[in-house]
């Protein structure tokens, strides 16, 4: 443990001991940063960055830095969140209409719902089920996805596949 808190402490004490001349000390704590991080030691590494900014342009400059770091973090995790959900909806989407173009073919003579040029479910099945219409799909690309349901084009209804012959039977039956 004592180890640790020596080596935790070494990076920076080294950063600020001395004043920073502009151009080659600077180079060194950046290097040393760098032989940190592939030491796996992140946090130090960050540590001698943020020492060297202080040096380099006072506090102000450090927080200017640790605030431009934080917005582009923030950013980038948003961005990468709404891309991994676009993409997941995108395959549910592909899914479904595929499962529902499977099935229409191989028992009732059903619509087809292919997954259109836009990766989009056909507008029919968005405007007939229920839960659509009350802004909660994601359930229904959730139960698509997993195989678990689908969606009744007759009612819009979302309905378990063990439950299938049933619903055509008794609840939507021609």
Wanted: with cysteine.
């Amino acid at each position: 443990m004592d180890s640790e808190m020596m080596e935790t402490e070494t990076p920076i004490a080294t950063a600020t001991a001395a004043p920073v001349n502009p151009s080659g000390d600077i180079r060194e704590l950046f290097a040393l940063a760098r032989q940190l991080i592939n030491q796996g030691k992140p946090s130090q590494a960050l540590q001698v960055v943020m020492a060297a900014a202080r040096n380099q342009g006072g506090d102000q400059a450090m927080f200017q830095s640790l605030s431009r770091a934080r917005e582009l973090y923030r950013t980038r995790l948003q961005e990468s969140s709404n891309s991994i959900d676009q993409l997941a909806t995108l395959f549910a989407e592909c899914a479904i209409a595929g499962t529902e173009s499977s099935q229409s073919a191989n028992d009732h003579p059903m619509q087809h719902n292919r997954c259109s040029e836009s990766g989009g479910i056909g507008q029919d099945v968005h405007e007939n089920s229920i839960l659509a219409e009350t802004g909660r799909n994601q359930i229904v690309l959730d139960a698509f996805a997993d195989g678990s349901s689908f969606i009744c084009l007759q009612c819009g209804g979302l309905v378990s596949v063990n439950r299938r012959d049933e619903h055509l039977t008794y609840w939507c039956g021609n």
